[in-house]
């Protein structure tokens, strides 16, 4: 995942900080209470994701954007293709300015309704579980990004299985978005 990125989503990176989005930065007092929410993900985004499942050779990772469909539904509606500067077997330096390029065409393309709702990577097992590298990026990432929702997803594509989580600012929540 973003492991060895630790700027690459500072404010001054994010693209759609011109677009004026009623965007926000979460603070840690902020946390919203996950269970109260829906969440959805689109089938061509599972489909996409289960196309990068890493049966071999090195990790891939990326981005999500998504959309708030009302109040307390958020829809994930688009995943980038493999953002990498640097990988391993187990390891992935996100390319921030790739990823940035993709969040910003996304919301251009989508009438300024899409944006950045998390990060996606993988993990060559089949049920993968987070390591503490991972739940350290969605942190950094949550508590340095200019974020648009509350919260961050996290998703780890396994070989066989997805890894879907929330991360709220004070703790992570496994979710089960509903497929659309």
Known sequence: MGRKYRNSNRKKHQPYSNFGLGKKHIT????????????EIKQEV???????????GDERCGVLTGVQVDEKRYR???????????????GC???????????EEDYRMSEHTRFYIGEWHTHPENNPKPSAIDYNSIRDNYHTASLVASF?????VGTQTFHLSVYNGNRFIEIEPEVV
């Open 152 to 156: 961050l997803v996290m998703i780890i």
């Open 93 to 103: 330096m996100r390319d921030a300015i790739k990823a940035n390029k993709f969040i």
């Open 46 to 56: 599972i489909e996409i994701l289960k196309s990068y499942a890493q049966h071999k």
């Open 28 to 39: 840690g007092n902020s946390c919203i209470n996950v269970a109260a929410y829906h969440f």
């Open 76 to 90: 994930i509606c688009k995943v980038s293709s493999p953002c990498v500067k640097e990988h391993t077997y187990s």
